[in-house]
């Protein structure tokens, strides 16, 4: 498998996102023991990417968590996922002093090129402390340096992206394909398999101890690693959702989840077979460059 060009301009986007806001004495410890990020060893402005898991081990949802305060976690996620997730986290919260409110925040994203001899996703830090209607977190894109501001209605916060070139919803998405990581609802189901996406690295600790789920992810993650995982490609032309890939010999090897237009090309995502990479063909249709996601 090979890498993908890194983003090479500087743009800005908004989008909404479902934010969560947990709080009050006991939100650290009752987190720390639900979802699979080392909620523990957060300080005040850290942050990080994290699963919730159903108690078998399958995705509840994939979503950003940021610590802005003494008691005070900041869990944001796509669009529609929100109630859900508060549902799911508060199901097993029997007298435990934590509060959940949902809310719906406008998200204010940057990228741009990564920083030359540092790492383009810095998951151990939000940068400065968050005041508590907006967060400012790394975009843990891979092939992209850059920032989101979660902004809530009552904030004046504004993002910073002097110089950037600003970009439609649409034209945001398909950098993410480019350059990003792959979304819920998208790429990223309910009931997934957390070994499958490409994520669990980055996602899920594996020295924190218990948290909901984790039997499966450590089984699976000892044996295999999963029989299939999330790569990004790129395409001349004609490629979409759903279509099949296949070998050089014509063997079923995955299939295409999301599709955009970008600089004459098409990118997207796709779930192939753990073991392939470099070139494929789209089932009777072109030849599909497989890469990496990080």
């Not at 509060?99 to 994203?109: G, K, T, V």
């Not at 979304?183 to 690295?201: F, K, R």
């Not at 790569?231 to 890939?245: C, E, I, N, T, Y």
């Not at 789209?282 to 460059?289: E, Q």
Request: glycine share 12%; hydrophobic share 40%; proline share 6%.
């Amino acid at each position: 498998m090979t890498a993908a060009p890194a983003l090479d301009r500087l743009v800005a986007a908004t989008a909404s996102r479902d934010v969560l806001v947990v709080t009050g004495p006991e939100a650290a410890v009752y987190l720390h023991g639900q979802i699979s990020a080392d909620v523990e060893a957060m300080e005040i402005g850290q942050g990080a990417l994290s699963f919730l898991l159903e108690p078998r081990g399958r995705i509840e949802a994939l979503f950003a968590i940021s610590r802005t305060g003494p008691e005070t976690y900041i869990a944001d996620i796509e669009p529609g996922f929100g109630e859900a997730m508060s549902a799911s986290l508060e199901r097993f919260k029997l007298r435990t002093r934590a509060d959940f409110s949902l809310h719906e925040w406008q998200m204010h994203a940057v990228r741009g090129p990564p920083v030359a001899g540092e790492p383009a996703v810095d998951a151990s830090s939000t940068g400065p402390a968050a005041a508590p209607e907006h967060v400012v977190r790394p975009a843990y894109w891979p092939l992209a340096s850059g920032h989101d501001l979660l902004v809530g209605p009552g904030s004046e916060a504004v993002a910073s992206a002097d110089g950037a070139e600003h970009v439609s919803a649409s034209g945001f998405e398909a950098l993410r394909l480019a350059y990003g990581l792959p979304a819920m609802g998208a790429e990223i189901q309910p009931g997934d398999i957390p070994n499958e996406t490409g994520l669990v690295e980055r996602a899920a600790s594996f020295t924190k101890g218990c948290y909901r789920g984790q039997e499966l992810v450590e089984r699976i993650d000892s044996r295999t690693g999963g029989r299939r995982c999330i790569q990004r490609f790129r395409a001349a032309s004609d490629v979409s959702p759903g279509d099949g890939l296949c070998s050089t010999d014509g063997a079923g090897v995955g299939t295409v989840l999301s599709t955009a237009s970008l600089a004459g090309a098409v990118v997207g995502f796709a779930s192939v077979q753990r073991d392939v990479g470099g070139e494929v063909r789209v089932d009777g249709g072109p030849p599909v460059a497989l890469a990496d996601l990080f």
